[in-house]
């Protein structure tokens, strides 16, 4: 990368210019995991956590498409985009971690990682506060984009 996109030629914050840019479909996902611990995992029913706040799972997947769709309000310098789609899809995995998926598609100039990250972490955040009357010893482990198409170049993670 030879320069900050969002820096003008004075080194001052701007939004990046799209309107020269080719409309392409566009998707991107990012993973968000979130290691509960023990005691939290053996209250698992199935692959849904109950707490008195309601169900963990289905209560973060609403919370990570609505925070998607927040992304232009929330992050300085991202446009405002109508998502064509957003699903977050949330497991556990061998290792008994959470492990949240968040899919965002777009037709249109701009990508939507940060709307896919967003929502991710979100979701991961609403896990956490679902959860924190259990046990404060929560780590969100890491939010990572997985892999992008459309624009100027794909990305896939490795794994």
Excluded: W
């Excluded at 979701?123 to 009357?133: G, H, N």
Aim: charge should be neutral; charged fraction near 25%.
């Amino acid at each position: 990368m030879s320069t900050f996109t969002h820096l003008d030629a004075e080194g001052n914050p701007n939004m990046v210019d799209v309107g020269t840019k080719k409309v392409s479909r566009r998707t991107a996902r990012a993973r968000s995991i979130v290691v509960l611990g023990d005691e939290i995992m053996d209250q698992l029913e199935g692959q849904e956590l109950h707490t008195k706040k309601g169900p963990v799972f289905q209560t973060a997947v609403l919370a990570g498409i609505m925070a998607s769709k927040k992304t232009g309000e929330l992050i300085p310098l991202c446009h405002p985009l109508g998502l064509d789609n957003c699903e977050v899809h949330i497991q556990v995995n061998e290792q008994r971690e959470v492990v949240i998926d968040c899919t965002a598609r777009i037709t249109a100039k701009t990508g939507v990682e940060m709307e896919a990250l967003t929502g991710a972490t979100v979701a991961a955040l609403t896990v956490y506060d679902m959860c924190k009357a259990f046990s404060h010893d929560i780590v969100i482990k890491e939010t990572k984009l997985m892999e992008k198409t459309g624009g100027k170049r794909d990305f896939k993670r490795p794994g």
